[in-house]
Nanobody, 125 residues
Framework: QVQLVESGGGLVQAGGSLRLSCAASGRTPSTYTMGWFRQAPGKEREFVAAVSTSGDSTNYADSVKGRFTISRDNAKNTVYLEMNSLKPEDTAVYYC??????????????????WGQGTQVFVSS
């Protein structure tokens, strides 16, 4: 029903910024809660941020609060993750996720829903 394609990853120095984008195809992407997860090599995939269907409610992992901002533009079928003050521990593949779960329920479930292929973020020290 929905396909997701992430972009915007790359190499950045600690303290720098990146803006990730997730382009969604499909006629009704606005009916989904959208989230960002990340996975470092050898680590479990972890929740980063989520935004409600309307875009007016958000949820963040404690590790990124105050540094990352998630937003969505339903007219463009796109969700964004603005990442500031990046740290080496932010290095991971970042995945976009579409789900009918709420922005709070999405935190406890790192599987299911529709996932993109991921975009690599590497933060050098």
């Amino acid at each position: 029903q929905v396909q997701l394609v992430e972009s915007g990853g790359g190499l950045v120095q600690a303290g720098g910024s990146l803006r990730l984008s997730c382009a969604a195809s499909g006629r009704t992407p606005s009916t989904y809660t959208m989230g960002w997860f990340r996975q470092a090599p050898g680590k479990e995939r972890e929740f980063v941020a989520a935004v409600s269907t309307s875009g007016d409610s958000t949820n963040y992992a404690d590790s990124v609060k105050g540094r990352f901002t998630i937003s969505r533009d339903n007219a463009k079928n796109t969700v964004y993750l603005e990442m500031n003050s990046l740290k080496p521990e932010d290095t991971a593949v970042y995945y976009c996720r579409a789900t009918y779960l709420s922005i709070t329920s999405i935190v406890a479930s790192g599987i299911g829903g529709i996932w993109g292929q991921g975009t690599q973020v590497f933060v050098s020290s």
